[in-house]
């Protein structure tokens, strides 16, 4: 019965329709996503592909191995090498071009110190051209410092409580230093892109997924599907296994083809490494490596598209039709971040379901939450509060389904 | 099988669409004639669990059929006065999908399937596309749907509407094949439908059932006579206003007129037989009007 339910929705011309758009997308968002890994040779030129990577993961693994102080006073002195140089300053922008390709294999470690050495909600690029020897000792102290500087100003003072504050510093402070530094751009690229694919999936899944419980109504089938012996009752539990089928089918499908073309080609180099070592999360409180990440975003990702694609079924379930339901992955995914400046909903916000499709984001915002005197990062709320309501919500669905009454 | 009507009401806010009914119904074809808006398809909706009654109850050798669920559901047939298929699939395909639904084995469903197709006379359709077939086409497919799971309660609503009148002949003939061991409920506002095969007939207006009975017994119900005459054309108008007309044939100099009326309305009328065309008009008076004129 479940394949007869498949089978009805796919061999509707829109749904097929949409298979076909997010296959064309998928190909896109790859397409994008390696495109984003750029290496500048020497003549400082700009190219992207797999050449390119390969180069650039060359450059950069000669650096690969732990940040101690000594690899930090090398970086430094590379760096003042390169600042020194006929190219680097040179009035002309090609000439700049081939002294940052001479930096590229440690513009991550240039980042990390960046980062570390400027006030938390700033970025200064050029900060590590002015750093000394002293200040590099202490590299990694200055994280938890530029942190607690930033809790204690005004903007952040009362927006957390003490209990709040402890926490983060605390997971700060748990991060095993030194660092272990590898090219990660794979893992990194994967992270930034994969919301893009996820939510596109998403939104073109709402459309088939919709149509389990509304095509009834929109063929006119209803009367006599509901008079069946197991239309309300097994016949409508089909319907929510295909509903599942599906969701998981095309899921796992689209995001296995694009981690393995993105991954395959960018490389899966730094799996081991803390997602701390990049520029995007150094800030994260969430002590986690590229690898763990990716099992978060793909993870969360599904048990997102899960909980959004379950409340299509019920509305489209409960209204008889389309139209309403496709538009509830819009509104879920895009209403929050229109709501973003208003600083009241910052906190609700950070629950939303959106944040389960976008994890590579996910675990470096700031949203905590207190119950009593524990502290949790909205990530293990979030992985367990939508599976818990989709849960929920089936046994609804079943019901609102199965008592349907024809007027 | 016996199916009992107890009290039988649908409210839709403050209408009453089904009105108080109670009845008994066991084996044997029952033909629901009334005119638009009777109630036929709201009391067939409440027979196929489809609908829940606002009062009253419905039992099906003793048990409500709201709480016998899919064992009352296994015993249905229902034929939906509109309804549609899924438009990409094949005859075939569908009749499998509804026998799934129907908790039929899957090679007995193969087998039925096949049956269906065939008596029906779809068997040169059965691999195109639900899309594809004319009005007629879908009311056999919607017939054979119907019969797949060997119902005995088969419940047709209308399922004449939009035949020709050879399909309304062959249909007819269909129907008093199945109608061994099985009760049949089949609504229409098409009075020759029933007039042949029904063993019992329900006259429905405004939500009751107003008469029922065989074709005589309904037929013998009206208290007046029906008469025929020949009048010329200026007597006409006059004619219609003051007597029930249930048929006109208009002719060079005037028209023959079929009138009921409880005395002779005219020198030169003839009385003559009622049909269940008359008995009709004589019930639903005025509305059923232009229904009787669809019949020629
Ligand atoms: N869902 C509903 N809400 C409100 N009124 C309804 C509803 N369904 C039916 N009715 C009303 O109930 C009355 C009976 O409708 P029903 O469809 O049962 O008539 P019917 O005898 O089948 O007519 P027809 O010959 O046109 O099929 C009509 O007046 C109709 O307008
Ligand atoms: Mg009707």
């Known amino acids: 019965m479940v394949r007869f339910e498949i089978k009805k929705i796919f061999s509707r011309t829109g749904n097929k329709i949409a298979l076909l758009l997010l296959a064309a997308l998928l190909s896109l968002t790859c397409f994008l996503t390696i495109g984003s890994v750029e290496y500048v040779d020497e003549q400082g030129e700009s190219a992207s592909g797999i050449g390119a990577t390969r180069r650039l993961r060359e450059d950069k693994n000669q650096w690969a191995g732990e940040i101690t102080e000594g690899v930090l006073l090398k970086v430094l002195q590379k760096n003042a090498e390169i600042n020194a140089s006929e190219e680097y300053l040179s009035k002309d922008v090609q000439e700049n071009n081939k002294a940052y390709a001479k930096k590229q294999g440690f513009s991550d470690i240039r980042d990390m110190l960046n980062h570390a050495f400027t006030p938390f909600r700033e970025y200064d690029y050029y900060r590590v051209d002015s750093l000394t020897a002293e200040e590099i000792a202490k590299f990694y102290e200055q994280r938890v410092i530029v942190l607690t500087d930033w809790l204690n100003s005004d903007e952040a003072k009362d927006r957390y409580s003490e209990e709040e504050k402890n926490f983060i510093i605390t997971k700060y402070r748990e991060l095993q230093t030194p660092l272990y530094y590898e090219y990660a751009d794979g893992w990194q690229a994967f992270a930034e892109y994969a919301p893009t694919i996820i939510m596109l999936t998403v939104l073109l899944l709402a459309f088939p997924i919709a149509g389990i419980f509304a095509n009834e109504f929109q063929c006119r089938a209803e009367s006599i599907f509901f008079s069946t012996r197991l239309g309300r009752n097994k016949a409508v539990l089909s319907k929510i296994y295909a509903g599942i089928w599906i969701i998981t089918g095309i899921y796992w499908t689209v995001i296995l083809l694009y981690s393995v073309v993105v991954l395959g080609i960018l490389g899966t180099d730094g799996a081991e490494c803390a997602i701390q070592t990049g520029l995007g999360g150094w800030k994260s409180f969430y002590n986690i490596t590229y690898l763990q990440e990716y099992f978060l975003i793909v993870g969360g990702g599904y048990l997102g598209s899960l909980f959004i694609l379950t409340l299509v079924m019920f509305l489209s379930a409960r209204t008889h039709s389309t139209a309403l339901p496709v538009t509830v992955p819009f509104i879920l995914l895009f209403i929050p971040s229109f709501l973003s400046n208003l600083p009241v909903l910052s906190e609700a916000l950070g629950i939303l379901p959106d944040q389960l499709l976008q994890m590579g984001q996910t675990v470096c915002m700031f949203n905590l939450y207190q119950v009593g005197k524990t502290v949790f990062g909205a990530v293990p709320i979030i992985m367990i509060l939508y599976p818990v309501l989709s849960c929920a919500l089936l046994p609804l669905l079943y019901h609102i389904y199965s008592k349907t009454e024809i007027k | ?296």
């Open chain 2, 1 to 296: 099988m016996e199916l009992k009507l107890d009290d039988l009401t649908k409210k839709f806010g403050s209408f009453t669409a089904v009105d108080h009914i109670s009845l008994t119904m066991t084996n044997g074809v029952y033909g629901l004639l009334g005119i638009n808006g009777a109630g036929k398809t709201t009391l067939m909706r409440m027979l196929c669990t489809l609908l829940r009654p606002t009062e009253g109850n419905i039992y099906c050798n003793g048990s409500d059929i709201f709480e016998m669920d899919g064992e009352y559901r296994r015993l249905l047939g229902y034929l939906p006065q509109e309804f549609g298929f899924y438009p990409e699939f094949t005859v075939h395909d569908y009749l499998l999908y509804i026998a799934t639904l129907k908790g039929i084995r899957p090679a007995v469903a193969r087998k039925r399937v096949r049956e269906l197709i065939s008596q029906v006379g779809l068997t040169n359709a059965a691999g195109k596309k639900m899309k594809k077939l004319s009005g007629g086409m879908k009311r056999r497919a919607g017939i054979a749907q119907a019969m797949l799971n060997d119902p005995k309660i088969l419940i047709l609503d209308e399922p004449t509407a939009g035949l020709d009148p050879n399909e309304r002949i062959r249909f007819r003939n269909l129907i008093s094949e199945l109608s061994e061991e099985r009760l049949i409920l089949l609504s229409t506002h098409i009075v020759s439908d029933v007039e042949y095969i029904a063993n019992e007939i329900w006259l429905m207006g405004e939500g009751t059932i107003l008469h029922r009975g065989s074709l005589e017994e309904i037929i013998a119900s009206i208290p007046e006579n029906v008469w025929e005459c020949s009048v010329k054309k200026d007597q006409i108008a006059a004619i219609m206003r003051n007597y029930k007309i249930s048929n006109m044939k208009t002719e060079p100099e005037g028209a023959t007129l079929r009138i009921i009326s409880r005395d002779r309305p005219a020198e030169s009328a003839k009385r003559t037989e009622a049909s269940l065309e008359d008995v009709f008009l004589y019930y639903f008076g005025e509305n059923a009007k232009s229904e009787a004129e669809e019949i020629d």
